[in-house]
């Protein structure tokens, strides 16, 4: 059962648009290297993005539910242990990075 503090504070996130920011960046970092064919601890999108570990598995927990993001098995380059590693799903690349017709614009 989640804890009413964490209720509390996940809702001032939301408010705030901070949540959204820091989805924003974890989805554009994951889709930015998923050409490497590499997925990423937590531990190690911290690191990257220099976002607190809590808040990293927060927004990595929304892009779960929302399945924009899975997680497969992963040696963490940090601790070495196998975990679980994030990474886009495949098919939300094709949303995010449509080709532009640049007649469009002229």
């Known amino acids: 059962m989640i ?3 964490s209720l509390n504070a996940y809702n001032e996130l939301k408010v705030s648009g ?3 920011t820091q989805r924003g960046k974890i989805l554009s970092f994951l889709l930015a ?4 064919g590499v997925p990423f601890s937590r531990l190690e999108l911290s690191h990257n993005l220099e976002i607190t570990i809590n808040a990293i598995s927060g927004r990595v927990r929304e892009l779960l539910d929302d399945e924009l993001v899975e997680e ?3 040696k963490c380059s940090i601790t070495k242990n196998n975990i679980n590693g994030i990474k886009p799903i495949l098919d939300i690349q094709k949303d995010f990075f449509q ?3 640049r007649r469009t614009f002229i």
Not at 33 to 36: A, F, L, Q, V
């Open 99 to 101: 080709p532009i017709d």
């Open 3 to 5: 804890r009413q503090t």
């Open 33 to 36: 290297h998923s050409n490497e």
């Open 72 to 74: 497969v098995s992963h």
């Open 18 to 20: 901070k949540a959204n």
